[in-house]
């Protein structure tokens, strides 16, 4: 057995907090990823550090906040050429590691999405960015589906959609049982990334999928009639969709399809966690299950994403398991960062943490040595002209959200907008006490520590210090 742990590191895209059915959803359908839960620890208060995919990504891929590592759009360029990423690190270290799917550091508009040039650490790339086939070449997935007679854009504009058997899902789980057989007989550990492109929109998912949730039985999103005056003062932000009622939306539907995109993925995630079992290879291997960020699904009268940081948006799931090692059933209500998911990575792997990362290891919580219920004093998330003007609606939008136990403050900038909320006596954020006189106080204590956070994580003083003038 390898002294260091295997790790299987399975992430959906755009994910929410609440659709896990161990965790207290009851209209999901998630036995793999509820058996995860009991076996292992769920970190029930995670925020991701951006609310979009390229900037969540870029940050917990590197330790650092998007604005620190200068990364905070989709459709950019260029990836920075430092810090390294956690994988190049890890598999310079000794592992062997796979990436299957999306990865999203760059642009993957009009083009396949290059490599790092300075390298990302994957000697198996089995890339797919969204399941369509506009690449010429280099899309791992579209190749595949071609190879077995399929045509994607045929198959998604169908009334079946594409069919399990050709799904992204499934690509996924045969590549990742492909790398698995590859390691077999190998001493050295090995990191397996799978990056699967649902839930994402568009809600589509196989027919026969589709079909195992009424959207007649669903509860719909969080919404109040209220919400559509609250969010007409905030218009002015970028968002990737209209402002609408959840009938107008087809909230209930959406959700529903929602839900049986996460029901395909719960189906897929049993695959290889069997083959691992089988393999023997499960007691010595770390299994991580979360998601880049979340999704408005008609919360607040908002579908999809964008410059907004309700809960549905940016809070994500993240558990861990490892038999024997972590403890078991746990559920820990501290409040955690994505970057804490780098900083455990980087400590599981046996590598000591690089001075530039911002996050803080889970594993004394994960052993069972520290308390659940208090992890940080705060978290952060950022929204810097993150999506395309052009299909948002927006003339780039720049947001911060800063969370304490109690409260969240959301701040517009340039824009004389701001949100306030108090968690504990309104968690799905109806009453924004912005301009409560009751709450200035507290909003402009609040307001200075998100400006020093902000000024003392994400300022960048350039090259290193050698001498004192």
């Known amino acids: 057995m390898n002294e260091r742990p295997n790790i299987l590191w ?6 929410r907090f609440d659709t896990i059915g161990a965790l207290g959803n009851p209209h999901v359908r998630t036995p793999t990823i509820d058996r995860l839960v009991h076996e292992g620890t769920a970190f029930t208060k995670t ?14 891929m590197t330790g650092l906040y998007p604005s620190r590592l200068h990364n905070t759009r989709n459709g950019n360029d260029t990836f920075p050429p430092y810090p390294p990423v956690i994988t190049k690190l890890i598999a310079d270290s000794g592992y062997t590691c796979g990436l299957i799917g999306k990865f999203h550091l760059q642009s993957s508009g009009h083009r396949t999405e290059p490599r790092l040039e300075n390298g990302d650490g994957f000697s198996y790339w089995k890339f797919s960015h969204a399941p369509r086939d506009d690449w010429e070449e280099g899309h791992h997935y579209a190749e595949w589906v071609r190879e077995r007679g399929g045509d994607l854009d045929a198959l998604r504009s169908s009334d079946e959609h594409v069919p399990p058997e050709l799904h992204q899902t499934t690509w996924g789980t045969e590549c990742s049982l492909e790398f698995l057989r ?6 050295e550990p090995w990191l397996l990334n799978v990056n699967i492109y649902d839930p994402h929109p568009p809600f589509i998912p196989p027919k026969v999928y589709a079909d195992q949730f009424d959207p007649n039985q669903m509860p719909g999103p969080h919404f109040r009639d209220s919400d559509l ?57 770390v299994i991580i299950f979360t998601s880049d ?16 940081f309700y809960e549905g948006l940016v809070r994500i799931p993240l558990i861990f398991s490892w038999p024997g090692q972590f403890q078991t059933d746990q559920q820990a209500d501290g409040l955690v960062e994505m970057l804490d998911l780098t900083a455990t990575l980087v400590e599981l792997s046996g ?3 690089p001075d530039y990362m911002q996050g803080q290891s889970l594993i004394p919580i994960l052993r069972g040595d520290a308390d659940t219920h208090h992890i940080r004093e705060f978290v952060r998330s950022e929204y810097f ?6 299909f948002t609606g927006g003339t780039g939008t720049f947001g911060t959200m800063y969370r304490t136990e109690q409260y969240k403050l959301c701040m517009y900038h340039n824009k004389e907008l701001g949100e306030l909320y108090d968690l504990e006596a309104d968690p799905w954020e109806f009453d924004d006490l912005w301009d409560s006189p009751a709450h200035q106080e507290i909003k402009h204590r609040l307001i200075e520590e998100s400006f020093n956070a902000h000024v003392c994580l994400t300022t960048d003083m350039g090259s290193k210090r050698i001498a004192p003038m």
């Open 385 to 390: 002209d993150a999506l395309d003007p052009f």
């Open 293 to 308: 960020h979340g999704e408005s699904l008609g919360d607040h009268g908002l579908m999809y994403k964008g410059c907004r």
């Open 10 to 15: 399975y992430c959906t895209d755009q994910q």
């Open 351 to 353: 590598l000591e943490q």
């Open 229 to 285: 005056k609250h969010q007409e003062k905030l218009a002015s932000l970028d968002f990737q969709d209209e402002i609408k009622t959840p009938e107008q939306h087809d909230a209930f539907r959406k959700q529903a399809d929602y839900y049986a995109m996460i029901k395909q993925i719960d189906d897929q995630f049993l695959r290889i966690l069997e083959y691992l079992e089988e393999t023997g290879q499960r007691e010595n291997t």
């Open 182 to 187: 590859q390691q077999e007989g190998k001493n």
């Open 47 to 60: 925020y991701c550090q951006s609310p979009i995919c390229t900037p969540s990504r870029s940050s917990f």
